[in-house]
C-alpha cells in the first residue's frame, strides 16, 4: 500500500566514522503541511536534509518522500529544495539560472517562459533578471534560490535556513511565500533558527537533538501546554504553596508575589479558587505563554547540555 | 534535450563565460604566430641557401621535423587543457556546494558526469582544430608540405588529451581540486618517463625497459598516443632511418588504442559510479 505522508522516515541513520551525525531519525510529514525542524547547531538537521534528498546515502534506516523510496527520480520531479550555502552557477544570469534548472526538472519551454517571470517577480528580482548572479547581494541569492526551489510547483519543498541571508523585508516576504504555499496545499520542510518565524508559520515541529527527534509540536495548541502564572497575593503560607503543587511545579514566592509553573491555562481558575478558599486575597494573575524559544531551551536543553 | 546535454551545454557556456575559451584563444593566436614566424624564419633561411645542395627531400624533413615540433607543442597544451579542465570541475561544484541544487533534480547524477566530458571534449575538439589546424595551415602555406597522415595523427593527439581530461574528471569525482591536479600531472609525468624508457629501451634492445614502458603506457595510454600519432606523421625517411626526435623506435599497436579506448570508457563508467555513490 502506498505510504500516504508527503515524508516518512523509520529510525534513518547516519555515520561518518566514528561520528554518528544522525542518531535514527523517525518523522512523518503530511502533505500540505509547514513542518519545522528545530534543533540546536550540530543536531544532524542539515545531515537528515540531505538524506531526505538523496545528497547523502543514510547508514540504515528506511524512508519515503511523497511515497517512493528516497532517491526516485519521479519524487524528485515534484520536489523543492533551497539549500544552505546558497551557492549557484553565479556566471549565468537570474533568468538563466532559472530557464537551466527549469529545464532539468524537465520543464517545457512554454511553461518555463510563464513561469520564471511569475517567480521573479514574487522575490522581486524582476528588474534584476539579466544581472549575473556574482553580482546580486546574498539576500538576493537567497531569494533566487527560493524562485528556484518553487520552479515546477512542487509538492513539498525543502527550505533550509531559507532567510539566514535576509533583511527583515526579505524575512516577511519569505513567510508570505510559506503562507500562500500552505494556501496552495504545497507541504514545506522548514529548517531554521529563527525560532519566531517557525512560531508564525509552522503547523508542527520537531525538536531533534544528537540526531533523534525528541519531541513532536503541534504549534496550533501551543497555548494548551505549559505556561506559567505569576500571582500577586496577601496571606500565603508554606501550607497554601505545598497546595498549589496539585496544579503545577516550580513554585517559588517572594513576599506578596508568586510563580509557578503549570501545564496550561485551564488550571488557572482552580487556583484561584483554591487561594481565595485558603483566605489569600488575590490581586492579580497574570498568565504567561511560553513561547517557542522557551519551549526550545526546556526540550533540547541549554548549550552546556549539547 | 536530455540531462546529459543540459549539462554539456552549460559546461561549454561556462567555459566561454569564465573566459577560459578566450583565454585559449589569444594564447593559442600567440603560440600559432610565434610558430609561424619561427617557421618563417628558418625556412627562409633554408630558402636562401644554394637550393641545388638542399634537396628537396632533405627540406621536407626540415619541414616534417618543424611540423612535429609543433604538434608536440600542440598535444602537450591540449594535454595541460584537459587537465586543467577536468580536475575542478566536479570537485569544485562539490566543495562550492553548487551540485546540490543540480542533482536534487529528476536527473541521473551520471548524466552530470557525462555532460562534464561532453562538454570538455566538445571544447578540446575545438581547441584542438583551432591549434593543429593553425600549425598545418601555417607550414602548408609558407612551404607547401603537408605530412602523410595528418587526420589520424591529429586524432590520436585529440585521443590524448581525451585521456588526461577523463582521468582528471575522475580524480576530480573524490579528491579535490589539488590533489586530482597533483594526481593528474604525476600520472602524466609517468607516462611521459614511460614512453621514453621505452623508447631507449628499444634502441639499446633492453626489452625490460620496453616492458616498464608497456606497462606505464597500460597505466596510463595518453603519451602512448602521441608516439603512434608521431609514427603516423613523420615522413617516410625519417621513419626509416629512425632520425627524428619526434620519431619512434617501438611504436603502440593498434590494440593500444583500442586498450586507450577501453580505459576511458571505463574511467568514465569508474567516474560515473564514484560521483553517484559519494554523499554530496
Redesign the interface.
Known sequence: MPDSHALSTKELRKVFGDTVAVKGLTLQVEPGEVFGFLGPNGAGKTTSIKMLLGLIAPTSGTATLLGSPLGDRQARAHIGFLPEHFRFHDWLSANEFLTLHGQLYGMEASRLARRIPELLDMVGLLQFQKKQLRTYSKGMLQRIGLAQSLLNDPSLVFLDEPTSGLDPVGRRLVRDIIHELRRKGTGVFLNSHLLSEIEVTCDRVAFIKHGEVIRVLELKKLEDIKASVTIRAVGLTADILTGLCQWGQDVRADGDHLSMAVPNEAVLPEINRYLVSQGVEVFAMTPQRLSLEEIFIQVVGTDSEL | ?S?KW?IAR?TFR?AT??RIVLTALVLGMGFLIIYSIGFHLINNQVSTVNRDAVSQVSRNEGFNFLFLAGLYAVAFLSVAMGALLGVDTLAGEIS???V?????????RGDVVVGKWLGYASLLGLYLIMMAGGIIASVWLQSRYAAQHMLQGVGLIYFESLIIMTIALLCSSRLSALAAGGVVFGLYGLSFIGGWVEQLGSILHSSTAVDVGIVTSLIIPSEAMWRRAAYEMQSPLSGLLNMSPFGTTSVPSALMIVYAGVYVVAALILTMRIFT?R??
Not at chain 2, 546540490?100 to 541521473?108: D, E, G, R, S
Open positions: 534535450m540531462p543540459i552549460l561556462e563565460r569564465r562550492s556546494g553548487t546540490q541544487t543540480v542533482v536534487t533534480k529528476p536527473i541521473q555513490q554523499d554530496l
